[in-house]
């Protein structure tokens, strides 16, 4: 709705009946604005507490389960010496990092020096944790007599002692699993959980002593909210009674017409014949885009784009239309030759790659169709020939792709002929379009042409 249309529309401004009211009643709101706000800060630190110890817990769990992960990978490898295992652990250790980036996230959390000094207790047994993973594969890697230099560098860099050295394959097999199964391994996870689970006994403390006082504060701003809110019921009942001729009664009629999908007629005050005009263009336009989105929804069940009846139909909705636009009428060359030579299969490869090629290669509100066996078309909104360079650079870039295919596909190319509209799908645009295909065809195909350019 334009500035002028605006202008046009009557009724009385609601803000014009009520300016007294109002008046009256906006040092209430100020100060009920202010009380809620203060009400929501405090719910907000009461939330953020909660969810601070929420989110401790689950990173506590997410170091548990990563440090089980690693233990259960290092153990398995220790059993049965399967290379796999030990590219699984450090993938954990490099890539999902879940115990290092759950110990990151706890970090964020801390406040008080003890809670810290927890964590880093947690930080410090878990590096030696992992030291003491690595040492056992250094020494199931030895005893398997595995090549090290498939083996991560971690694992290369960890040196034995020569007590370890001198052990015989069993041993060292032997040694390997006493680290990681024994009493030792098992009171250095149980270091780990319990710096964890006096960390977070360290957060449930702060988190109760925020609670309380949010509590507190929130029970006292709201008392002197229920004292606003019975001094505003008296002026808002006043102000009801002022507005129930122009809002209640025209939104009664606005709603019977919404739901039975009329049109709304524009009564009452100024704001709402204002929102009556606007739904009413708002529906209109919205019962346009319907019309258009169901046109689109027929596709071609190969390419998955729009097939020969949907770009028939697209045809007669945008011949009525003022918008400039462009005709693509693009050619698949020697697309027989592929089916011969790679069969049928193949063609429709090349033909959904095609497809895929040209809906990527343009704007979402631009249109894909086939509308033959090698035979697609494009429609470019909103273009005009001065643009006609964008055209071009996008059927190089089409032909380069299409020259360079993936996925064992065969080499293709597209002949392109475009024409150009400067009011709508007009009736002559797919021939000229046509025309300029063949001259694309004249000249041995892969390119594309213009019409009206000299051949």
Excluded at 298 to 303: G, K, Q, V, Y
Aim: one cysteine or more.
């Amino acid at each position: 709705m334009n500035p002028e249309e605006k202008k046009r529309i009557g009724g009385v401004r609601l803000y014009a009946v009520n300016y007294i009211m109002l008046t009256v009643t906006c040092v209430f709101y100020a100060i009920l604005i202010f009380a809620t706000v203060q009400v929501a800060r405090k719910y907000d630190l009461l939330i953020f507490a909660t969810e601070n110890y929420i989110a401790c817990e689950r990173d506590a769990f997410l170091v548990n389960d990563g440090s089980d992960y690693l233990t259960e990978q290092v153990r398995l490898f220790a059993v049965t010496g399967e290379e796999q295992r030990v590219a699984d652990y450090f993938e954990e250790v490099h890539v999902t990092r879940r115990r290092d980036i759950a110990l990151e996230e706890l970090g964020g959390y801390v406040a008080g020096e003890k809670t810290r000094e927890y964590l880093q207790s947690a930080l410090d047994y878990s590096n030696q944790l992992m030291e003491r993973e690595i040492y056992a594969m250094r020494l199931v890697a030895e005893a398997m007599a595995y090549d090290l230099q498939s083996f991560p560098e971690e694992v290369q860099q960890t040196e034995l002692t020569s007590e370890d050295c001198a052990l015989s394959r069993d041993g060292k097999l032997e040694q390997a699993r006493e680290m990681v199964f024994g009493e030792g391994y098992q009171r250095e996870k149980s270091l780990i959980m319990g710096s964890i689970s006096y960390f977070l006994d360290s957060i449930v403390e702060e988190t109760k002593a925020a609670q309380a006082s949010s509590r507190e504060d929130l029970e006292r701003i709201m008392v002197f909210q229920r004292v606003l809110l019975s001094g505003m019921l008296v002026l808002n009942g006043i102000m009801f009674a002022l507005i129930v001729v122009l809002v209640v009664r025209p939104l009664r009629a606005y709603v019977r017409e919404i739901q039975s999908e009329q049109k709304i007629d524009a009564i009452g005050a100024w704001e709402l014949r204002y929102l009556a005009n606007s739904y009413n263009d708002v529906s209109d336009v919205s019962a346009a885009n319907r019309e258009l989105l169901r046109y689109r929804a027929e596709h071609d069940p190969l390419t998955g784009i729009i097939n020969r009846g949907g770009f028939e139909q697209l045809r007669r909705i945008l011949k009525g239309q003022t918008r400039p636009l462009a005709l693509l009428l693009v050619d698949v060359d020697e697309f027989k030759e592929v089916n011969d030579g790679f069969g049928h299969e193949m063609g429709d490869r090349v033909l959904k790659y095609v497809a895929e090629i040209l809906r990527d290669s343009f704007r979402a509100e631009d249109y894909a169709a086939r509308i033959g066996g090698d035979e697609f078309a494009v429609i470019v909104t909103d273009i005009t020939p001065a643009f006609r360079h964008v055209i071009s650079g996008k059927i190089e870039n089409i032909n380069r792709m299409l020259g360079e295919p993936k996925d064992g596909l065969p080499a293709a190319s597209v002949s392109v002929g475009i024409a150009f509209s400067a009011s709508g799908f007009s009736e002559d645009l797919f021939g000229r379009a046509d025309g300029a295909l063949y001259e694309v065809k004249k000249k041995g195909r892969c390119g594309y042409h213009f019409d009206g350019e000299e051949a």
